[in-house]
T-cell receptor, first 113, second 114 residues
Framework: DSGVTQTPKHLITATGQRVTLRCSPR?????VYWYQQSLDQGLQFLIQ???????AKGNILERFSAQQFPDLHSELNLSSLELGDSALYFC????????????FGQGTRLTVV | AQSVTQLDSQVPVFEEAPVELRCNYS??????LFWYVQYPNQGLQLLLK??????LVKGINGFEAEFNKSQTSFHLRKPSVHISDTAEYFC????????????FGSGTRLQVQP
């Protein structure tokens, strides 16, 4: 158990819908990273938050957004969903702004039908 | 920008045989290097990392990796594999400054056969 909790574990939704994925980082970790894992794109970095502020953006679509709350949990919002958004979404957390050791959650498997 | 190339998408090997999973990276800046393992229906678990110092890094489950700066490689090795090592292995890099999120390779599927 990495100490990073992601909910829900599985999500099935229709095209055009909006979903929210939740991540609770390990106790004491201030950084949260979101990654997408798909068969065609592999593992891709989406976005990083550190202590409530956005720190870095990767290949995140405009239809996607995220935030980190004062209690340090983070949410990834995916809207106007398309079939191609079906993927495993991982959250990782770390102590500092850098990434010398990131701990990954079990992921949320999103299926868009 | 950074990139990671894992040269083998699949590596079949017999139990108790040695294995090497290859990883090459490209970066214009100094990087940290990592190997992660993903078991079926699981998240990623850190096997080992190179931050600085000795180029030979030992990790969990008997794995080790060697950082070779001149060849920009970070190959993962295990002298004797077990059935339980069957999993997907990802090499990753992150910058020391600037963008520090992980850039992953495409993964290598290690299949250990009895």
């Amino acid at each position: 158990d990495s100490g990073v909790t992601q909910t829900p574990k599985h999500l099935i939704t229709a095209t055009g819908q909006r979903v929210t994925l939740r991540c609770s980082p390990r106790s004491g970790d201030l950084s949260v990273y979101w990654y997408q894992q798909s068969l065609d794109q592999g593992l891709q970095f989406l976005i990083q938050y550190y202590n409530g502020e956005e720190r870095a953006k990767g290949n995140i679509l405009e239809r996607f957004s995220a935030q980190q709350f004062p209690d340090l949990h983070s949410e990834l919002n995916l809207s106007s969903l398309e079939l191609g958004d079906s993927a495993l979404y991982f959250c990782a957390s770390g102590k500092g702004q850098g990434n010398t050791e990131a701990f990954f959650g079990q992921g949320t498997r999103l299926t868009v039908v | 920008a950074q990139s990671v190339t894992q040269l083998d998408s699949q590596v079949p090997v017999f139990e108790e045989a040695p294995v090497e999973l290859r990883c090459n990276y490209s970066s214009s800046v100094s990087v940290y290097l990592f190997w992660y393992v993903q078991y079926p229906n699981q998240g990623l678990q850190l096997l080992l990392k190179y931050l600085s110092g000795s180029t030979l890094v030992k990790g969990i489950n008997g794995f080790e990796a060697e950082f070779n700066k001149s060849q920009t490689s970070f190959h993962l090795r295990k002298p004797s594999v077990h059935i339980s090592d069957t999993a997907e292995y990802f090499c990753a890099v992150s910058g020391l400054t600037g963008r520090r999120a992980l850039t992953f390779g495409s993964g290598t599927r290690l299949q250990v056969q009895p």
